[in-house]
């Protein structure tokens, strides 16, 4: 499996994007925000198929505007939760406006299909640098902002009454999950997102309360999943993102019966 480079570029990538999505999607799931979380790889299409229609990478397109998505969101700081309906009036705008792009350019119909559901074996080397530099910004945006996170998180109106604004800290968290879900739909699709940055960590956080082993436990229930569903894939002809999404449903389902 390892002697053709194009399996090598998908462990790489998955292994990078992984780890990225179960630490990001801890958070995520901890500060009620997966159905943002989900909203943002909608707008990412987008952005992606805006991108293809004026000639620039689709990548660059999605992390442009799921950035700018993540920060018009976590300027609504806590009036976020409870807005499913506005979200998801977005989410399918989104959605409605990326298919719009593609009736200009029907030719790129491929690239379509592996924005909506993943295509990790397609990774290039150059895509596997924008990946990695997306990882390591994002944990160390996220070290760095790790102490007013979870405070903000736990004890909102505490922190605030300690000088912590709330509203800057929801809108550089959405930041780096929004770059975290461009990464995530090079591999998984912007369809199941969900999978990779809800599914471990929720599965985790069924399993433990601590914070360091919850952090720990989702990256490698993560990792687990991308890189088993990767062989899958190999061995079985079947798509990779149907693996890691069927992994990701075992796992939480696991994870449930010890709470029984």
Known sequence: MFEYDFMVNAFAASGIVAVLAGIVGYFLVMRGQTFAGHALSHVGFTGATGAVLVGISPLW???GFTLAAGLSMGALGERLAGRDVAIGVVLSLSLGCGLLFLHFFTAYATQVTALLFGNVLGVTTSTLIVLA?????????LAAIMRPLLFATVQPELAEAKGVSLRLVS???LAIAALSVAACTQIVGVLLVFTLMV????????????????????????????????TLAFYTDWPTSFWITALAAIVYGASLLPRR
Do not use: E, K, Y
Request: include cysteine; glycine fraction near 14%.
């Open 61 to 63: 397109g999605m992390i």
């Open 133 to 141: 530099g997306i990882g390591v910004a994002c944990l160390l945006a």
């Open 171 to 173: 809108m550089l968290f």
């Open 199 to 230: 599914g471990p960590a929720a599965a985790a956080q069924n399993l433990t309360t601590r914070l360091g082993s919850g952090v720990a436990l989702a990256a490698v229930f993560a990792l687990a999943q991308a890189w088993l569903g990767v």
